[in-house]
């Protein structure tokens, strides 16, 4: 079976970090451009990162310019986001999302519509 799996989220304070990791089965994540989103209660899904299928291009919400930073490692087949200096309203469940279609260096915009495999989602607790 076809898989998107995030892990890694949890209950952190104010201030400290956490890394999250998205893991693809039965497909090669290599081939595709992958984004992570994030959705608090009551609120609509928006773009926090999103990096091309090369790794060597990729986007950030303003929020969390300089704090976030979003990798791969196309040997584990996985995409990562690293957390750091999180805030409460960084709170939601987080979500990894690919596309594919396009260059090695494209990326598409930060928009959930644009991305066609999504995983379950992990939820992101900052809270003190």
């Known amino acids: 079976q076809s898989q998107l799996v995030e892990s890694g989220g949890g209950l952190v304070q104010p201030g400290g970090s956490l890394r999250l990791s998205c893991a693809a089965s039965?497909?090669?994540?290599?081939?595709?451009?992958v984004g992570w989103f994030r959705q608090a209660p009551g609120k609509e899904r928006e773009g926090v990162s999103v990096?091309?299928?090369?790794?060597?291009?990729?986007n950030y919400a303003d929020s969390v310019k300089g704090r976030f930073t979003i990798s791969r490692d196309n040997v584990q087949n996985t995409v990562s986001l690293q957390m750091n200096s999180l805030k409460p309203d960084d709170t939601g469940v987080y979500y990894c999302?690919?596309?594919?279609?396009?260059?090695?260096?494209?990326?598409?915009?930060?928009?959930?519509?644009?991305?066609?495999?999504w995983g379950q989602g992990t939820q992101v607790t900052v809270s003190s």
């Open positions: 999302a690919a596309v594919s279609g396009y260059g090695r260096d494209w990326y598409p915009p930060l928009r959930p519509v644009e991305f066609h495999r």
């Open positions: 039965g497909f090669t994540l290599a081939y595709y451009a």
């Open positions: 990096i091309s299928s090369s790794g060597d291009t990729f």
